[in-house]
């Protein structure tokens, strides 16, 4: 099992940075990939941004491209959401998944931290 915690959430204004943190736990030898996913209220769950565990390539969604940067710390077993320029529509509680290795989905998830950019 991996567990994940999310945390930096909060309130800025348009145009502010705001780091997300995305803690793990438990069998964190069995990750392949991180990632970042979104959700607003009414809306479906997003992809944001996911980095390889190893090799540490990197996508991101064009929503967020050149704005967003997603990093990690493995030694932490922590990865990282840096936001900068953010917009209202970037509002949306952040959920941070893991991919097990051999998987092709995203295994584990996060509770949420909640990001509100106020206009």
């Known amino acids: 099992q991996v567990q994940l915690v999310e945390s930096g959430g909060g309130l800025v204004q348009t145009g502010g940075s705001l780091r997300l943190s995305c803690a793990a736990s438990?069998?964190?030898?069995?990750?392949?990939?991180m990632g970042w996913f979104r959700q607003a209220p009414g809306k479906e769950r997003e992809f944001v941004a996911r980095?390889?565990?190893?090799?540490?390539?990197?996508n991101s969604a064009d929503s967020v491209k050149g704005r967003f940067t997603i990093s990690r710390d493995n030694a932490k077993n922590t990865v990282y959401l840096q936001m900068n320029s953010l917009k209202p529509e970037d509002t949306a509680i952040y959920y941070c998944?893991?991919?097990?290795?051999?998987?092709?989905?995203?295994?584990?998830w996060g509770q949420g931290t909640q990001v509100t950019v106020s206009s």
């Open positions: 438990g069998r964190t030898e069995s990750i392949y990939a």
């Open positions: 980095i390889n565990w190893s090799v540490s390539s990197t």
């Open positions: 998944a893991a991919r097990a290795a051999g998987s092709f989905g995203y295994n584990y």
